[in-house]
């Protein structure tokens, strides 16, 4: 088995190594099983069992859930189950399913096991990818049981081919690169070269750089190369997938973390304040390690397009310009944070603190622009795809919560209405409406007609984000060493 071979799942064309970590992932939250092989030789191992061969591999499914581990007789601390002892329990589960009227959490827990159980089921048995095989030069997909057949495996070991599968996966390969092409493989260096990881460590490199370095040369220099690397692997990703990389919350938070860079790049080549630079590296890192880290909410795979995504002029303009508000919005909250912790542990001048609010002001208007266009855009890509341009559904009421919200402090700042002792505060917390309409509605509310990029297990991350959001909001107003 080789790890560059063609395998077509999920609806494309993917390299099997990719097939095989999304897999493993999907079913243990590992991108290997085994710690001692590869992804794509546990994968092997385990499509081999459907042939009689012995495969003793002890594969984990994840249960997060603590009412599923009941369920399954687990304990709390447990976050797994083997396989073998999940099949005993698949019926106890699907009766659970069938009992559970609501669809809260705990259903769809018990929803994701069943799939994660099937998808382990589908490779031991040999169906889970399909394989080209080339018939007549045309290439023609075959499930893994049916192409590998005991004549094939008898041909090669009768030539004295000591390896005949990883013969045949070689000429399966070679075969289908005469046809088609290698244009799959730029997935797989997708994959390997892991650019985002690389711009995270850049981008920390720039924050620290920034701070501790009064040239700002040096600083800006390290800002271009992170923004060059994500550039670099965005491109990647929209040449593997052939679309706009803003379809899901993991791409949604990619997008907004370059995306607020460069606004805060723009923002700066006008004000020329190193404060723009920092928040800008800042708010990338944020985005980076949720990207890396938060595997629970956010799915790195590259999944085709639902329907109603297809049109990619209203992808590229309706979300780009929600995301890009988002983004210009997060920049005035991390700055906002900075002056309000600044103001509380350390000495900041009234003049300071009334020029920082001008800097947070000036964020505030590129986002609401943005965010206006988007609504804009959306109503009418709406009335494209559903037949109206506005139906009260979750995420468009949000997006207008979070429009008329930051108007008001717009509005209020331009009136004086708003002073800068209120301004900076108000801006900290008035980013929760963001996270509500960007992680709220997907993780909480998960429904609608926005349904399609909906995720799971991120609860619990916007509750600590809002708890600790407005504990700084209570120590910074409680007192602030102004002079």
């Known amino acids: ?28 939250g590992s991108p290997t099983i085994e710690e001692s092989r590869t992804a794509v030789e546990s994968l092997c191992r385990l499509t081999l069992k459907a042939f009689g061969m012995p495969a003793d591999i002890p594969v984990k499914v994840k249960v997060e859930h603590i009412e599923a581990k009941k369920l399954l007789g ?87 081919d000591s390896t005949p599968l990883l013969t045949i996966f070689r000429e399966v390969e070679a075969n289908y690169k005469k046809i088609e092409g290698d244009h799959y493989l730029l997935e797989l260096s997708y994959v390997k070269w892991n650019l985002f990881q690389w711009a995270m460590l850049v981008s920390l490199v720039g924050v620290l750089v920034t701070v501790s370095i009064r040239n700002m040369t040096w600083g800006l220099s390290i800002t271009f190369i ?57 708010l990338d890192i944020l985005c980076l390690m949720m990207m890396k880290f938060a595997n629970n909410m956010l799915d790195p795979g590259i999944s085709p397009l639902v329907p109603v995504l297809r049109d990619n002029f209203w992808l590229s303009t309706h979300v780009t310009s929600v995301i890009l508000s988002y983004a210009a ?10 002056v309000l912790i600044k103001a509380r542990f350390f000495k900041i001048t009234k003049e300071d603190y009334k020029y920082q609010t001008d800097l947070i002001y000036t964020c505030i208007k590129f986002g609401v622009v943005l965010l206006s266009a988007g609504v804009i855009l959306g109503g009418v890509w709406a009335d494209y795809s559903w037949g109206r341009f506005w ?10 919560i979070v429009l008329l919200v930051y108007m008001a402090i717009l509005h209020g700042r331009y009136t004086t209405w708003i002073r800068e002792q209120r301004f900076v505060p108000l801006v900290a917390g008035a980013f929760m409406s963001v996270m509500m309409a960007w992680f ?44």
């Open 226 to 282: 992170s923004v060059i690397i994500q550039i670099v692997n965005v491109t990647l990703r929209v040449l593997i997938s052939g679309r706009a990389p803003i379809t899901n919350m993991y791409e949604t938070v990619m997008f907004s973390g370059l995306g607020g860079l460069i606004i805060a790049l723009i923002i700066f080549a006008l004000r020329r304040e190193r404060i723009y630079l920092i928040a800008g590296l800042a």
């Open 329 to 338: 919005l997060a920049l005035s909250w991390v700055i906002a944070n900075i």
């Open 74 to 160: 687990l304990k709390e601390d447990d976050h797994f189950i083997l396989a073998d002892d999940l099949e005993a329990k698949m019926g106890l589960i699907e009766t659970e399913i069938m009992k559970l009227k609501e669809n809260n959490a705990y259903k769809k827990e018990l929803n994701k096991i069943s799939g994660r159980y099937k998808t382990y089921l589908a490779i031991a048995e040999a169906r889970a990818w399909t394989v080209p095989e080339v018939i007549n030069n045309q290439i023609v997909w075959k499930p893994m049981g049916e192409f590998l057949t005991e004549e094939k495996v008898q041909e090669k070991m009768s030539s004295g």
């Open 1 to 28: 088995c080789v790890y560059e071979a063609a395998v077509q799942a999920g609806g494309r064309v993917k390299p099997l190594h990719v097939f095989a970590t999304e897999s493993f992932r999907y079913i243990s």
């Open 391 to 400: 139906g009260w559904d979750p995420k468009e009421t949000w997006s207008l």
């Open 440 to 483: 709220g509605v997907n993780y909480i509310l998960a429904s609608g007609l926005h349904s399609y990029g909906f995720s799971e297990g991120g609860a619990v991350f916007l509750g600590s984000f809002f708890l600790i959001q407005i504990l700084v909001i209570l120590l910074a107003v409680i007192k602030k060493k102004t002079i």
